[in-house]
């Protein structure tokens, strides 16, 4: 009985003393969930350069064999107005087919008439293949040189990628082996009736293709930019222009409305809307695109010219071979709402604050400005 009297007299926990203890509780989870998730993003981030590492030394295993940068079709001929019974070809997808196979072209001339005899031999023994075993399930389509009177007749069997590619009439093994989570597929919808843009130019697509993409650790494609030239500028100045740089092929991506496994929105927004990509396809923001195009591709080295009368200049030195993009853990590829911050609002500098002013201290170096967006950037090649 004593000892239960004890017991009974015990003082309880005042309503101060459960409150400090909860909001103890409250404060050590807040650290332990900012510490897991910048463990979490730590470890997507070196999954990702994984990946970007696994392409880039495929890349270079193929350029030391065959002399040249691996793409089916030159990328100054990838354009978002031919539709492909589904299969819009990307840059990246470019890549990857001619490192993983499952394609076969056939150049064909003005007249459509074959320029290589032997690849239009392959190429119809390759679609008489697909015809009798994948049941259905390949792509033929034709996509015409815009500088040069020429047309590159191809076809993609997907049950085939992986195999290798067909080159120079001799079968190559596969010079990548991507993971289960590296290449996906993530066409969401069936826009083989639609064109790119749809009411107002606003994109209908969500971004992918019927054709697999390379996937970084959240679920976004990986860009990859593949030099063409070695002199010139960098990017396009006008339809007349030979870049070291074509962006052909990107806009299947941040000309997207919803984006990958994140669905996040690239089409860029005019004027100082903060939504989208800064390399958004719109043309009303195509000096912001440039601009940062221009930082990310050329050697850190080069300043950006302003030109006279704002005639700005996108000459200069390319920084690699090739450059990879990921969007990082914000899913958008250079987003507005990201990188550098204006001293005076605390924000991310506003659409419009580009180039730097000359009296602004990045003026000195833009490109550092870069390095405080979220997305995971690789170069690599010469």
Do not use: C
Not at 47 to 73: C, W, Y
Not at 162 to 179: A, E, T, V
Not at 263 to 275: I, N
Not at 338 to 344: K, R, V
């Amino acid at each position: 009985m004593q000892a239960l009297r004890s017991t009974a007299q015990r003082p309880a926990f005042t309503l101060v003393e459960i409150l400090i203890v909860i909001a103890l509780i409250g404060v050590l989870a807040g650290i332990l969930l900012v510490a897991v998730g910048g463990a979490t993003d730590a470890a997507k981030r070196a999954r990702t350069k994984g990946t970007m590492e696994s392409l880039s030394a495929a890349i270079d295993a193929f350029v030391l064999e065959h002399g040249n940068q691996p793409s089916i079709v030159p990328m100054h001929v990838l354009h978002e107005s031919h539709l492909s019974q589904g299969a819009w070809l990307t840059n990246t997808q470019n890549i990857l087919l001619a490192l993983l196979g499952g394609s076969r072209v056939s150049l064909l001339d003005e007249a459509g008439d074959p320029r290589d005899p032997t690849a239009e031999a392959e190429y119809q023994r390759y679609l008489a293949d697909a015809i009798a075993n994948d049941d259905n399930a390949w792509f033929e389509f034709t996509l015409e040189d815009p500088r040069y009177p020429l047309q590159y007749q191809v076809i993609i069997r997907p049950r085939q990628i992986g195999r290798g590619p067909w080159i120079d009439g001799q079968q190559f093994p596969p010079y990548l082996s991507p993971k289960d989570h590296e290449l996906r597929e993530r066409w969401a919808g069936d826009y083989q009736s639609q064109t790119p843009d749809g009411p107002n130019n606003i994109a209908v697509t969500e971004g992918f293709t019927a054709l697999p993409d390379l996937i970084d650790a959240w679920g976004q494609p990986i860009l990859v930019f593949q030099k063409s030239r070695s002199t010139g500028p960098i990017v396009p100045i006008d339809n007349d222009s030979l870049p070291q740089f074509w962006p052909s092929g990107i806009d299947r991506y941040l000309g997207a409305t919803r984006l990958g496994q994140l669905g996040e929105v690239q089409l860029t927004k005019p004027a100082d809307d903060p939504l989208g990509s800064r390399i958004g396809m719109n043309a009303a923001n195509a000096d912001e695109r440039q601009y940062w195009l221009y930082l990310l591709l050329s050697h850190p080295t080069m300043r950006w010219d302003y030109g006279a009368n704002g005639n700005y200049a996108y000459s200069g030195t390319a920084r690699a071979g090739y450059a990879m993009l990921s969007a990082g853990p914000d899913g958008i590829f250079l987003a507005r709402r990201d990188g550098p911050i204006d001293e005076n609002t605390g924000a991310p500098i506003a659409p419009g604050d580009y180039p730097a002013g000359a009296g602004d201290a990045a003026y000195e170096n833009d490109h550092q400005r870069l390095k405080e967006f979220d997305d995971v950037v690789m170069y690599g090649g010469s």
